[in-house]
C-alpha cells in the first residue's frame, strides 16, 4: 500500500495499481461503514456514483462489498456527475456519498471521493480515520450473517438530478433560440447534460457523448478544448461548453471559439449576483492561480477576491468560514453554494447561459469580463526526489522573483493529485515572465534527472 491514501481531492491513482486496487477499495468501504457505524448504531447507507472509467467497474462492486460486510446498505446509482452524488445524498439522507472517478485524468487513473451526510467533501479529521481503519484491520469487525447490508440500484438517478439542476435556472427565462455546443467529454455527464439543455429550449450540438470505457478525458472535455471550439465555429453555435470527465468543472468558448476559463466565468456570475443583489461576502474567493485581471476587475466593482491555495476544498472553507456565495478556480471547477455543497460544471453553466440570454449580447462580449494579464503555466514531471529543494533550483526562483518584482508573480507548487511540479508566471511583460518560468523549468528538469 502507498505511504498516503487520501490526497487534496480523495484518493487517486493507476487503476488496478495500489492504491486504486479492488482491494484497497473494498478496505476502504469497511473502514467508512466501521467509522460510521461506530457513531450510531442504526443501519447505515451509502450511495455510490461512478464516471464512464472501465475500472469503475471493478472499484464499484469492491467499495459496495466493503459496505455490506460491515453490515451498510447501497444505493447504486451508476454513471453521473460527482455533484449528484453529493446531491443525492442529501436527497436520499444517506450517511456518505461515494463518486469514483478520476475527474479530468485519462482513462488508466481512477478516484475515490468521498461526501457526508450534508453533501460536502469529508474533512480531513474523519479521512485520516478512515485511513488508519485500512491499515489496522478491519477483519474483527465484520458483522453476523443476518446482520449483512443490501445493495439496490436507483433507476431515476438521472432524472432526479436533471431537475435539481434546472431549478437553479431562472424561473421564466428559456434557451430558446440559442445553439449551444456541449462537449461532456465521454464522462459522467454524458446523458444529464445533453437533455438538460435540450429541456430548457436550446438547440444542443452534442460533443463527448459515447463513452467505452477508454475514451474519457481523451482529445475531448476541458483538459482538450480544441474540438468543442472547432465545432462552435463549424456550427454556428452561440456559445461551447466543455465539461471534465465527472463534470464538477468547466470551461466555455464564445461564438469565435475562442475559450473562456474559469476566472472570467466567475467574473460573470459575480456582476449578475451583484446587479440581482444575490451575490454575498463582498466578492468572490478564488485560488492563488487566479489571473491578476480578475482581482483588479472586481475592485472596480467594488468588490473583494479573496484567495486561497489551490484545491477546491480550500476554497469551500473559506466560503463557508466567511459568508461567500461564488467561488472556484481557473480551471473551471466554480462552486455556488446557493445551488450545492461542490463544484457543478453544469449548474454553472446555466448562471452563464442566463446572463447570455438576459443581455442580449454575444458571448464574447457577455463573458469576456476583463484582458487578463500575461501568465504562463508549465508542468515538469518526474519521478523521485525532491527537486524543489535542489540549491540551484531554490537559486533560479529568487532571481526569478527578483526579475519580476513589482511587475508580476511567480507561485510553484507540487500538484496534489499527480507527480507534477506546476510553475506560474504572471506579469506585465509576457517575454519576461515567459523566460522566467522558462529557466525555472529548466532548473527543475535538471534536477529531477
Known amino acids: ?102 475527474s479530468h485524468n485519462p482513462f488508466r487513473d481512477n478516484g475515490i471521493k468521498l461526501f457526508g451526510p450534508d453533501g460536502y467533501k469529508l474533512s480531513d479529521a474523519v479521512e485520516a480515520e478512515i485511513e488508519a481503519g485500512v491499515r489496522n484491520g478491519l477483519s474483527a469487525h465484520l458483522v453476523p450473517a443476518e446482520k449483512l447490508g443490501r445493495a439496490v440500484r436507483l433507476d431515476d438517478a438521472v432524472g432526479r438530478y436533471n431537475e435539481f439542476v434546472k431549478q437553479s435556472f431562472p424561473k421564466g427565462l428559456r434557451l430558446d433560440g ?132 489551490v484545491g477546491d476544498r480550500y476554497v469551500l472553507e473559506h466560503m463557508r468560514a466567511h459568508g461567500f456565495n461564488v467561488g472556484g478556480e481557473q480551471s473551471g471547477h466554480i462552486i455556488l453554494t446557493d445551488f450545492g455543497t461542490t463544484g457543478d460544471g453544469l449548474i454553472a453553466t446555466l448562471q452563464v447561459l442566463a446572463a447570455l440570454v438576459q443581455s442580449g449580447k454575444a458571448a464574447s462580449v457577455t463573458c469576456r469580463k476583463f484582458a487578463p494579464l500575461p501568465q504562463i503555466l508549465k508542468n515538469v514531471r518526474y519521478s523521485q526526489g525532491k527537486p524543489l529543494e535542489n540549491a540551484g533550483v531554490k537559486a533560479t526562483i529568487v532571481a526569478g522573483e527578483k526579475r519580476l518584482d513589482g511587475h508580476g508573480r511567480l507561485l510553484i507548487r507540487k500538484s496534489g493529485t499527480e507527480p507534477l511540479i506546476r510553475v506560474m508566471g504572471e506579469g506585465d511583460d509576457e517575454a519576461v515572465v515567459t523566460a522566467v518560468v522558462d529557466d525555472i523549468v529548466g532548473a527543475i528538469t535538471r534536477a529531477a534527472r
Open 178 to 309: 440559442l445553439k449551444v455546443v456541449i462537449d461532456c467529454a465521454n464522462g459522467a455527464a454524458y446523458k444529464v447534460a445533453p437533455e438538460v439543455l435540450w429541456e430548457l429550449g436550446a438547440e444542443v450540438v452534442p460533443l463527448g457523448v459515447g463513452p467505452d470505457g477508454f475514451n474519457i478525458n481523451r482529445d475531448c472535455g476541458s483538459t482538450a478544448t480544441d474540438a468543442m471550439c472547432n465545432r462552435v465555429v463549424t456550427s454556428g453555435a452561440d456559445i461551447g461548453i466543455a465539461l471534465d470527465g465527472d463534470a464538477d468543472r468547466v470551461l466555455i468558448a464564445d461564438e469565435t471559439g475562442r475559450l473562456i476559463d474559469g476566472d472570467q466565468v466567475m467574473a460573470v456570475i459575480a456582476e449578475a449576483g451583484l446587479a440581482a443583489g444575490t451575490l454575498r461576502g463582498g466578492g468572490v474567493v478564488a485560488t492563488v492561480m487566479s489571473n491578476l485581471g480578475l482581482e483588479h476587475y472586481l475592485s472596480g466593482l467594488g468588490l473583494e477576491l479573496a484567495r486561497t491555495q
Open 1 to 102: 500500500m502507498v505511504e498516503k491514501l487520501f490526497g487534496t481531492d480523495g484518493i487517486r491513482g493507476t487503476a488496478n495499481a495500489e492504491p486504486m486496487t479492488a482491494e484497497t477499495a473494498l478496505k476502504v468501504g469497511m473502514a467508512a461503514a466501521l467509522q460510521l457505524r461506530r457513531n450510531g448504531e442504526h443501519q447505515r447507507r451509502a450511495v455510490i456514483g461512478k464516471d464512464t472509467r472501465l475500472s469503475g467497474y471493478m472499484l464499484e462492486p469492491a467499495l459496495t462489498a466493503g459496505f455490506i460486510s460491515m453490515g451498510m446498505n447501497v444505493t447504486l446509482v451508476g454513471p453521473l456527475p460527482t455533484p449528484a452524488i453529493a446531491m443525492l445524498t442529501r436527497s436520499l439522507r444517506a450517511d456518505l456519498g461515494v463518486m469514483i472517478t478520476a
